[in-house]
């Protein structure tokens, strides 16, 4: 008879952690977006997820979002942006217009 190894996987997620009111101090918009970009290109790269905490910002410009989630859809696709991405303290008004701005940004591709 043999013997059968146990095996377990786990699957851990790892998360980082983002307020985007600390990006954006003291930074332009784009800047910041470029600064949110490389946090979750490392993330993502890294096989984390990255929570981004939206606590004290009233709205992301679309030049914040150009140079920050625009660059990850066109690094990784707009799937795997996606789905590295988790929102914290985040109002109605600020899903709406992220949602606004994938979908337009997937209308640009097909």
């Known amino acids: 008879m043999k013997k059968l190894k146990e095996m377990f996987v786990y699957n851990i997620i790892i998360m980082v952690t983002v307020k985007i009111k600390d990006i954006l101090d003291g930074r332009s918009y784009p800047d910041g977006g470029i600064m949110l970009f490389g946090i979750v290109r490392d993330a993502i790269n890294s096989n984390q997820t990255v929570s ?6 009233d709205s992301f410009p679309t030049m914040f979002m150009n140079t920050s989630f625009g660059n990850l859809i066109v690094l990784f696709g707009i799937d795997t942006t ?4 988790r929102f914290q303290n985040i109002k109605k008004s600020q899903i709406e217009r992220i949602r606004k701005y994938f979908n337009d940004y997937m209308s640009l591709i097909d």
Do not use: G, P, S
Not at 52 to 57: K, P, R, S, T
Not at 82 to 85: D, T
């Open 52 to 57: 981004i905490d939206m606590e004290d910002v």
């Open 82 to 85: 996606k789905q590295a991405l």
